[in-house]
Each structure stands twice: as C-alpha cells, then as structure tokens.
C-alpha cells in the first residue's frame, strides 16, 4: 500500500534543509528526513476500510467516497 492519502493525494515530503552558515559551522549538521501523512483506517458505507489522511476523514471525505463492485 502507497504512503499517500487516496482521496485528496497527500503524500510524503522531505524537509530539514539546513542553511550554508551551520554546514559552514563545525556542527555535525543532520540530512533531510523524509515525512509521511498521518493515514489512518476509515470505514466506507459498504462496511470495508481505506487508508487516508485525518484532513480528509476529519472533512468527512470518507463517507462520499463511492464503492464499485
């Protein structure tokens, strides 16, 4: 399973750029580090679950989502 919300596409984004004056320092600066969406299980009208982010579960996304089968 993806790391990204399938209802509105949220995925994971890299931060923790440093500056040129601490990698200039003799600071051991750290590298990027790689964040991922709060996704959590979210029950649909048919009974089964999906994975999304609590942006959209909090939205109530979850509940217009509509089941093919």
């Given at each position: 399973m993806a790391k990204s919300c399938?209802?509105?596409g949220k995925g994971t984004i890299?931060?923790?750029?440093?500056?040129?004056?601490?990698?200039?320092?003799?600071?051991n600066p750290t590298g990027n580090k790689r964040k991922y969406p709060n996704l959590q299980w979210a029950p649909l009208s048919d009974g089964s679950r999906i994975k999304i982010c609590t942006k959209c579960m909090k939205v109530g996304k979850h509940t217009k989502i509509q089941v093919i089968s």
């Open positions: 399938p209802t509105c890299i931060v923790g750029h440093y500056s040129n004056r601490v990698r200039a320092t003799k600071y």
